[in-house]
């Protein structure tokens, strides 16, 4: 909770109205680090310029855990906020972007717990035409995947129902490590985790979507028996 | 490159340049087994990735305005809140209250000291009291205390 942390800032006013927000602060030239200095000191502007520096990052982290805008849209205001009441803590010369990513993933990681629906199992869980548009997709030779944009759409679907088979930690993990393309290292601080466990956490998500796949796989070559044998 | 080395690289390591390997991609080609890992491991990368790309939406500047406001809404509220509150008296006054929770046990401790301190000394000196001084002059000269049996008393006695 907010309440609970410890840092105690002059109040972020709110004297700017729409129309001055409209023009946002052209601070592109002051670091990071200025920029804090200048917030802390209660310039609001300042803080402004860090949000429109940053938020895209975050938009980002939170887009590939949630997929309804609303809940980004928390994510994101949560974790400004947050940064906003720990700026005092963070450590001058560290990589600042970093550091809202970590309030940003454990953020992620709180809303995950919160929503933790476990599927019985993946069978039901796909609709046959999501079975099959995987069996497709696994029975193809390229190597690398894409969809188009009519795909798009059931790929997310489908992505959803096989991570929602996870648990909430595999599943960051390999949402980092696969969408937002960190190493095992940056996902190790970014979640304040050891390496060997994220690394684990990582061999045990994969192995589990990769079984899933197999399963997908061995009952198409079923099916395919059993119609040859029909035809027979 | 054998099946075992491409197993065992695309199990353990992670990095998306690895799918892209010339040296996997050639051993896939004339390995079935080892191209349907190949193409699980980039269907499971493109698809864990394809999540968060479908809520993607075109962003508007009036998206960062509104953020904006948003942010510094719950901000405001969240000094209202603390304002307010017995977290923010108690938060303020932590540091007072520490000092003198600190200030309280060092009194205890040294009063504690003191009065064992004092104890000790009250013992010796009523030890001190009770004992003579001169107590090897006592043992030499003769009994001048009325109670202890003298010379005389112990020759009669025999």
């Known amino acids: 909770m907010l309440v609970n942390q410890s840092i105690t800032q002059s109040a972020f006013s709110l004297s700017s109205t729409d129309a001055e927000i409209a023009h946002f602060p052209a601070s592109t030239i002051a670091s990071d680090d200025q920029l804090i200095e200048l917030t802390l000191g209660g310039d609001e502007m300042a803080f402004e310029s860090l949000l429109l520096r940053h938020h895209r990052r975050i938009f980002s982290i939170a887009r590939r855990f949630f997929r309804s805008r609303e809940t980004v849209e928390d994510i994101v205001q949560e974790t400004f906020s947050k940064a906003f009441f720990s700026l005092s803590t963070f450590r001058r010369g560290a990589t600042f972007e970093q550091w809202l990513a970590k309030i940003a993933v454990n953020n992620c990681y709180d809303e995950l717990r919160r929503r933790k629906k476990r599927s019985e199992s993946l069978i039901t869980e796909l609709s046959t035409d999501e079975e099959g548009w995987l069996q497709i997709k696994l029975s193809q030779t390229a190597f690398e995947t894409h969809f188009n944009e009519a795909e798009k759409g059931i790929a997310a679907e489908i992505s959803s129902k096989l991570l929602s088979n996870l648990s909430i930690e595999d599943r960051l993990v390999l949402t980092l490590l696969h969408a937002e393309n960190n190493s095992i290292k940056e996902i190790a601080q970014l979640t304040g985790w050891s390496e060997a466990k994220v690394k684990i956490r990582a061999f045990r998500a994969r192995h589990s979507m990769r079984r899933a796949f197999q399963r997908l796989r061995k009952a198409e070559e079923r099916k395919l028996r059993v119609i040859g044998e029909i035809s027979r | ?158």
């Open chain 2, 1 to 158: 490159m054998t099946c075992r080395e491409v197993k065992r690289l695309l199990r353990n390591d992670y990095s998306p340049a690895l799918i892209k390997s010339h040296e996997i991609k050639s051993h896939a080609r004339s390995c079935a087994k080892c191209n349907q890992e190949l193409v699980i491991s980039s269907l499971m990368r493109a698809l864990v990735t394809s999540y968060g790309d479908a809520s993607a939406n075109e962003h508007s500047p009036w998206d960062d305005v509104r953020l904006v406001n948003r942010i510094k809404s719950r901000i405001r509220a969240v000094n209202e809140y603390r304002a307010g509150s017995w977290d923010t008296a108690i938060i303020g006054a932590r540091r007072w209250l520490l000092a003198f929770g600190a200030m309280a046990i060092l009194l205890l401790v040294l009063s504690g000291r003191f009065a064992t301190e004092g104890s000790l000394d009250q013992a010796a000196s009523d030890k001190g009291s009770r004992s003579n001084p001169n107590w090897g002059e006592e043992l030499v000269s003769t009994n001048s205390s009325p109670n202890l049996p003298s010379d005389e008393d112990s020759d009669n006695a025999h």
